[in-house]
């Protein structure tokens, strides 16, 4: 696995070693006895195994022995990359749990406050005036308004009959004296 230590120009630094990143998806070269070896760490591992045995059979130990620790180097970044995200999913299994264990709590702890407001809705409650038992009214007859403590209220008051229209006036004093005979009351005459 050979890292290249130049730094790119550019804004975006492309060379960057991966850091607690997708080490079980990620693409590495490899650079062993043979030549480069490239691909994910599970497809260098297999590449490596396949050379120690090809070198196994050519009765080559020292270049079996070699592939044979490059494909180790690769096996255990491997493995500690599947350890990591093991321990991960634990921790997110484990805060799962706890958050719906927290979310069964507080339902429940729902249902029993709905359960006593229905309870209490359905049962009457002795100091209600709604449920108390009232009293029949009863009509004494003949009272006025200032017997019964009643406040008086505009729209209590009696109506009052419309007025009549004046009749019009005439011309003159001669006119008044005219009309008044014709009334027939006498002390109207007299005015």
Do not use: C, W
């Not at 196994?56 to 620790?69: M, P, W, Y």
Request: charge should be neutral; charged fraction near 40%.
């Amino acid at each position: 696995m050979r890292m290249s230590k130049s730094r790119s120009r550019s804004k975006t630094n492309r060379n960057r070693p991966v850091t607690g990143g997708n080490v079980v998806n990620r693409v590495f070269d490899s650079s062993g006895p043979e030549g480069k070896v490239r691909g994910t760490p599970q497809q260098i591992i297999d590449k490596y195994n396949q050379l120690a045995r090809d070198a196994q059979l050519s009765n080559d130990r020292v270049a079996t022995e070699n592939f044979q620790q490059h494909a180790e180097h690769y096996l255990r970044l491997l493995s500690e990359a599947q350890r990591e995200q093991d321990a991960r999913r634990e921790e997110q299994d484990a805060r799962r749990e706890e958050q719906e264990r927290q979310n069964r709590e507080r339902q429940a702890e729902r249902d029993r406050e709905r359960a006593e407001r229905q309870e209490r809705e359905s049962t009457p409650r002795q100091d209600d005036p709604a449920t108390a038992p009232q009293p029949d009214v009863m009509d004494l007859g003949g009272g006025s308004d200032e017997d019964s403590g009643l406040v008086e209220t505009p729209e209590s008051k009696p109506k009052r009959a419309p007025r009549r229209p004046r009749a019009p006036k005439s011309a003159g004093k001669a006119g008044e004296a005219e009309q008044a005979p014709q009334s027939g009351n006498p002390s109207e005459a007299a005015e």
